[in-house]
């Protein structure tokens, strides 16, 4: 069995990464913590886990005894715990913050994070790109919610060097994309049946986004143009994306199902997507449709699952060797 810990439980990610690892057959909770809620029930903090575990948050924290450790702190906290605090040197960290996502290149340097260190040993986790340096590493940096379900979008794109012009993104996501502290955006009576943008081009984002698509097309000379929504539902992301090219369709779609085919949890559908069928699932669906010498792109995911923690118990399966799936086999919400 994998031996767990969790720093920063008592959230949204660690309630969801808490309900995948009870239920996960190769992994076990050491420990769950959290200064504010020591002692008390994770199931009265995280109250749809009822019945299902009588796991406690800790303020202990026991790394001689796990195997790997995940961080779901805000972002900024990751790197100021690694400097207060020793890890052993053995102990696998995934880190669901945005603190060590980026490398520091040149072409990036300008959009990094004044929390991102320009020099770390963390490999950027995202599957579908990096499987392989996933499997060898000791320290993963999980992406981005908005990132993932982008990334998925324009990924096969790039890899047939498509991206030239500027690139257009409009995508929505749920409340909880705003995490679990209420503020006036996430309040019902202001969110629901109601729309609104926030940080129009300058999201937080964009410059893993521009990381990987120069990875994958060796050049990014084209900005990503992206307007992030809040949507009035509580999780998941929907993404249209618009590429000018005069590539022909047909070879774009096969190009799609070419770079997903090994894929676990990416799949290329012939037909329009909608949200719910990736809801509560670690799946993300991607669609291309032409018109003239646009190219739609529609992606979605789960922002708590592949956008987040399901992404992150993929990572810790492949770090461990394990199957890619264990634990993630999760009906979409659908109806």
């Known amino acids: 069995m994998i031996k767990v810990g969790i720093l920063g ?46 796991l406690l948050f800790s303020s202990e924290m026991p790394f001689d005894d796990i195997d790997v450790v995940f961080f779901c702190f805000g972002h900024g906290k990751s790197e100021q715990f690694l ?8 102990v696998k960290i995934i880190d669901l913050a945005q603190d060590f996502r980026l490398n520091g290149s040149d072409d990036i340097k300008s959009n990094i994070s004044e929390y991102t260190p320009e020099h770390h040993d963390f490999v950027y986790g995202l599957p579908e790109i990096n499987k392989q340096k996933i499997a060898t590493a000791m320290h993963v940096a999980n992406p ?41 955006t996430t309040h019902f009576s202001w969110r629901n049946n109601n729309l609104s943008i926030y940080k129009p081009f300058r999201h937080q984002h964009i410059p893993e986004i521009r990381q990987s698509v120069k990875q994958i097309q060796g050049f990014l000379d084209a900005s990503i143009d992206f307007i992030p929504y809040r949507g009035d539902f509580p999780r998941g992301i929907f993404a249209t994306i618009i590429v000018r090219t005069n590539a022909p369709s047909e070879d774009i779609v096969t190009g799609y199902k070419e770079f997903y085919q090994d894929a676990a949890f990416t799949h290329y559908i012939d037909k329009d997507i909608d949200l719910k069928q990736v809801v509560n699932t670690n799946k993300a669906l991607v669609h291309v449709e032409k018109f003239g010498d646009k190219l739609l792109i529609t992606s979605c995911i789960d922002n708590l699952l592949k956008g987040a923690v399901g992404q992150a118990v993929q990572n810790m399966n492949i770090m461990f060797g394990i199957d890619e799936t264990a634990g993630l086999r999760l009906k979409a919400s659908a109806f």
């Open 9 to 54: 439980a008592a959230g949204y990610t660690g309630g969801e990464l808490i309900r995948l690892l009870i239920n996960h057959p190769d992994a076990e909770i050491v420990f769950a913590h959290s200064e504010s809620n020591a002692g008390n029930s994770v199931s009265g903090v995280h109250e749809g886990l009822y019945g299902e575990s009588n």
């Open 144 to 184: 981005g919610c908005f990132a993932t379900c982008i990334q998925l979008g324009l990924l096969p794109a790039a890899q047939m060097k498509l991206i030239t012009e500027d690139v257009t993104v409009n995508a929505i996501t749920g409340s909880t994309g705003a995490g679990q502290k209420p503020v006036c």
């Open 83 to 90: 400097k207060e605090h020793d890890i052993p040197a053995h």
